[in-house]
């Protein structure tokens, strides 16, 4: 009698084993598949500084009051459709010189929708500062109000004196106060527009706005003005032209017989955060030479050994308006 090998046993079990693996193989072709992996999320973009005004009128525009020499902090956001750098310029408080030097790539007019804009909310505070002051840097078309006591100014933007009517340089005194000023225009501007009245009463045409303060020489005024698109430019008769809805601001807080200091400063240099720092503003009527007034600068601070001599001169070059850093990080960088 025949008997069975042995390796039937196993030749079955073999069998049985493939049979199981088909049966899971059939079951897994079924199942849903694993779910991918997540993906690995990138780091979010820094945040860019808010341009926000100040609403305190003491502070405006840099909301901070502690005493420095370098005020403000530069932001940048994104052109909105159908806006203007004249309409940034108005809503940040600047003129106009300033937000088209620091935007030189840009339409002034019709800058292209989701350009990134510079907002030069950031200067450093004149040499001619003192306390209970106001001082006017035409260089820069901007106005400083200089407490008392230790603090930061305020500031606003100005329109000045145009070509053949330039504003002066010098010592003033404020010595009269007008709210709603009439405007009695010079014979000198008679002439140029013979339909002018002998007087303007006050109200929404009246070139001088709803305040004024005149100083110490001539028909010099600091006053509003009813062409705001005229702030940050050289525009006016040689007088200084404040927003409409800054003027009342410095109105209320000068006194008559408040010096008023006038000068041409178109290279600054401060520190701040133990950076060196300069602004500098393209001012033709300046007739300096910018290098030679920067290192002069800067030596007299003691600060020249401390800037990069090309970081210094990109600023020279470029003169955005606003304050740039010239720091040497290493003293590789020290020319």
Not at 108 to 135: C, L, Q
Not at 151 to 177: C, D, H, L, N, R
Not at 239 to 245: A, D, F, G, K
Not at 310 to 321: S, W
Request: charged letters at 25%; hydrophobic letters at 35%.
């Amino acid at each position: 009698m025949h008997r069975p090998t042995t390796s039937a046993p196993s030749t079955l079990a073999r069998r049985g084993g493939l049979l199981a693996l088909a049966l899971l193989a059939a079951a897994c072709a079924h199942a849903p598949p694993p779910p991918p992996p997540e993906p690995v999320a990138e780091p979010a973009p820094p945040p860019e500084p808010t341009c926000d005004v100040s609403p305190e009128p003491d502070c405006r525009p840099f909301g901070d009051c502690a005493p420095q020499e370098v005020v403000g902090r530069i932001c940048s956001r994104t052109v909105q459709p159908e806006e203007s750098l004249i309409e940034m310029a108005r809503r940040y408080d600047l003129g106009f010189n300033v937000i088209e030097s620091a935007n030189p790539g840009l339409d002034a007019y019709v800058p292209a929708p989701g350009s990134k804009v510079t907002i030069p909310t950031s200067w450093i505070v004149p040499r001619a500062a003192a306390p209970g002051t106001v001082v006017v840097n035409l260089s820069e078309m901007r106005l400083y109000l200089f407490p008392p006591a230790p603090g930061a100014p305020m500031s606003f933007p100005v329109g000045i004196g145009s070509e053949g009517w330039k504003t002066p340089v010098g010592s003033f005194t404020v010595i009269q106060k007008q709210e709603h000023p009439r405007w009695y225009p010079p014979a000198s501007i008679r002439r140029e527009n013979p339909d002018l009245p002998a007087m303007v009463p006050p109200g929404p045409e009246n070139p001088l706005g709803t305040h004024a303060l005149r100083l110490s020489r001539g028909s010099l005024l600091i006053h509003g003005t009813d062409a705001p698109y005229a702030v940050g430019r050289r525009a006016s008769h040689g007088c200084l032209r404040l927003y409409p809805e800054d003027i009342p601001h410095l109105f209320e807080r000068v006194a008559v017989g408040t010096r008023v200091t006038i000068v041409r400063e178109p290279v600054k240099v401060g520190v701040k955060d133990d950076r060196v720092l300069v602004e500098v503003h393209a001012d033709d009527d300046a007739r300096v030479n910018y290098r030679t007034v920067a290192r002069r600068l800067l030596s007299s601070r003691r600060l020249l050994d401390r800037v990069d001599a090309a970081k210094l001169e990109t600023a020279l070059a470029e003169r955005r308006g606003y304050p740039v850093d010239v720091s040497a990080d290493t003293l590789a960088d020290q020319r």
